[in-house]
């Protein structure tokens, strides 16, 4: 079982460039979420969709755009980068009540 | 808004030592509430979850009770392993069926042999 699968682990950026982290997730769930993790701030939503054609914002949205692809693909682009966007960023996806996470991208903009 | 607080941490312990994470809320109407592990390297794992007042959440020996009259929900463990040791996050979702979670600022713990 694969479940929920980010691309790239590990990512190093210059201020201005861009990237886009990408998300799938194997077990058929509507929801899908993109999350930053920083250091003494717990998880904060980036972005969120509720079914394939839908996304809206979360908490912090500025500076991010997404695009639910299908079912299974939810991406998040940076189009340009900046040094507070340095983070771990986790993508999940909830059946019920449950949310399932990706492992996390590590991202540093420099 | 809704929000969740947490102990700060870190929190370290001698092996089967008793746990106690305190996690506060503050939401409007009958919010979920959970507890999340996140080992090193890790994305974050379901640990338990109460959807109701009164419910008691458990699993692998770490249990939390909903309580609506201090609007808290405390995770507990009576005897600590070094295999605990993780960062742990307390966070809630509201009713409104978008699953969105809204997250303490996780506990890191930390058990000694």
């Known amino acids: 079982n694969a479940g929920v699968t980010q691309t790239p682990k590990f990512q190093v950026l210059k201020t201005g460039q861009s990237m886009t982290l990408q998300c799938a997730q194997d077990?058929?769930?509507?929801?899908m979420y993109w999350y930053r993790q920083d250091p003494g701030m717990g998880l904060r939503l980036i972005y969120y969709?509720?079914?394939?054609?839908?996304?809206d914002k979360g908490e912090v949205p500025n500076g991010y755009n997404v695009s639910r692809l299908n079912k299974r693909e939810f991406s998040l682009r940076l189009e340009s980068a900046a040094p507070s966007q340095t983070s771990v960023y986790f993508c999940?996806?909830?059946?019920?009540?449950?949310?399932?996470f990706g492992q996390g991208t590590r991202l540093t903009v420099v | 808004g809704n929000s969740v607080t947490q102990m700060e941490g870190p929190v370290t312990l001698s092996e089967e030592a008793f746990l106690t994470i305190n996690c506060t809320y503050t939401?409007?109407?009958?919010?979920?509430l959970f507890w999340y592990v996140q080992y090193p390297g890790e994305g974050l794992q379901l640990l338990l979850k109460?959807?109701?007042?009164?419910d008691k959440g458990s699993n692998k020996g770490f249990e939390a009770t909903y309580r609506k009259e201090t609007t808290s929900f405390h995770l507990e463990k009576g005897s600590v392993q070094v295999s605990d040791s993780a960062v742990y996050f307390c966070?809630?979702?509201?009713?409104?069926?978008?699953?969105?979670?809204?997250f303490g600022q996780g506990t890191t713990l930390q058990v000694k042999p």
């Open positions: 077990m058929n769930h509507n929801s």
């Open positions: 109460a959807t109701k007042a009164d």
């Open positions: 969709s509720a079914s394939e054609g839908t996304t």
């Open positions: 939401a409007t109407g009958y919010p979920s």
């Open positions: 999940a996806s909830t059946m019920n009540t449950e949310a399932f």
């Open positions: 966070a809630l979702s509201d009713r409104s069926n978008t699953g969105k979670l809204i």
